[in-house]
């Protein structure tokens, strides 16, 4: 677009779907276990992770705290759309977000890498306790990113730094929709200019298209 260790930046502890038009990943994601077996080094719900690098608003780099080799996993957040950056090499083998793509697509970024500084996270996801977290079509894990009650969708979200992802189920939908509404309420973040019309008008068509759903998805996940 875009939890061990206090996440110094998060916002207090909270009460409770990419872009729409997904770049290709920077390199290769690991490629699905075959058969659907579960690898030593597969992400699972509950795993305990590290960020080794923040890619944009809602994708990251992770390893496993306890593995005992170095094995980096592509986290695609979920629950989450946070506006594209414009993505160059890092000169260390990645890249970085360098400017928007989308409205407030570096501003994303930057509020990603600063929630993120903690040391280590939990990773949650919409599957069974010990499962391995389900992938999308690029190869990246789906996950929610956490530290005790803070949960990264919601607070990017209460940040004003990304959008609740209506597009696809999430079992944290209704509170990441009630961040987003507060953030623009409060005009934090993107939506300092101005209304949600004038936000959208600045992102791409595919962004706006299933943004239209938004409101409707987000009020039933409220009932």
């Known amino acids: 677009m875009r939890t061990g260790a206090a ?60 593995a005992a080799a170095s094995v980096p996993m592509r986290v695609r957040v979920a629950g989450l759309a946070a506006p594209e950056c414009h993505k160059q090499p890092d000169g260390m083998g990645s890249s970085a977000c360098s400017h928007d793509d989308e409205y407030y697509g570096l501003g994303a970024y930057q509020e990603a890498k600063a929630l993120l500084a903690g040391s280590s996270f939990r990773v949650a996801c919409d599957v069974p306790a010990d499962t391995e ?27 004003g730094a990304g959008l609740s992802y209506t597009r696809y189920p999430s079992s944290r939908r209704a509170q990441v929709c009630r961040a987003e509404d507060d953030a623009r309420a409060a005009r934090r973040g993107m939506w300092a200019l101005g209304t949600a019309e004038e936000v959208l008008a600045r992102m791409s068509q595919g962004t706006r298209d299933w943004y239209r759903e938004r409101d409707r998805r987000c009020a039933e996940a409220e009932r």
């Open 7 to 66: 996440i110094r930046c998060l916002l207090p502890a909270i009460a409770a779907g990419a872009c729409s038009v997904e770049a290709a990943p920077e390199t290769d994601p690991p490629a699905p276990a075959d058969g659907g077996v579960v690898e030593a080094s597969a992400l699972r719900t509950g795993s305990i992770v590290r960020v080794l690098h923040v890619v944009d608003g809602d994708t990251l780099d992770v390893e496993l705290v306890a």
């Open 133 to 159: 977290c389900e992938r999308e079509y690029y190869g990246r894990y789906l996950g929610f990113i956490e530290d005790g009650q803070n949960d990264f969708s919601t607070s990017m979200a209460r940040a």
